[in-house]
Each structure stands twice: as structure tokens, then as C-alpha cells.
């Protein structure tokens, strides 16, 4: 029986994750999006956590102390892999 996307260790977008997900971001689609993440901090292989996934609107995710609102079409172009923690890996 396959996992489902969000337990398997696969490449998915941003737009995907569900709060309380810590995900790394491992692909910005095109240089359009990779300028506008830039603008906001985000690059490949920095590690957010997903707030909240706003119904028909944006995800919002923490970086460092900064909370960020990220458009969902924006948000399907940033691709990310989940994190594990160490208190995860102990489970």
C-alpha cells in the first residue's frame, strides 16, 4: 500500500503542505518565481514552516521570525520536500 504524497519523501509543491509541515525548498519552477521567493527571502534549500493554508487563498508560512503570505498560484511553483526532525526520526 503506497503513502499518500504528504508522508512520502517526494518533491510536492508548496501549495500542498498542511499546517505544521516543515518543508525544505528544493525547486523554484522558472526565474520568475525564483525572483519573486527571492524578494521574500526564500531560496533553494531554505526550510519554512507552514502556518496556515488559507481555503481559495494563500499559504502562510514562518521563516525565522518572519511570517510570510504566499499566493497559492505562487505557492505551486515553489517546489519542497518535507523535513524531518530529529523528534520525528525517533518515532
Partial sequence: ???PPE???IDRP???CKPGDRVTITRL???YVA???T???LVEGCTVTCQAVVPSGPVVVRR???ELAIGRAYAAEIMV???HSAMEALV
Fill in 1 to 3: 500500500m503506497a503513502l
Fill in 7 to 9: 508522508q512520502q519523501d
Fill in 14 to 16: 508548496l501549495s500542498h
Fill in 29 to 31: 519552477s522558472s526565474p
Fill in 35 to 37: 525572483s519573486m521567493a
Fill in 39 to 41: 524578494r521574500l527571502g
Fill in 64 to 66: 525565522g521570525g518572519m
Fill in 81 to 83: 520536500k518535507k523535513t
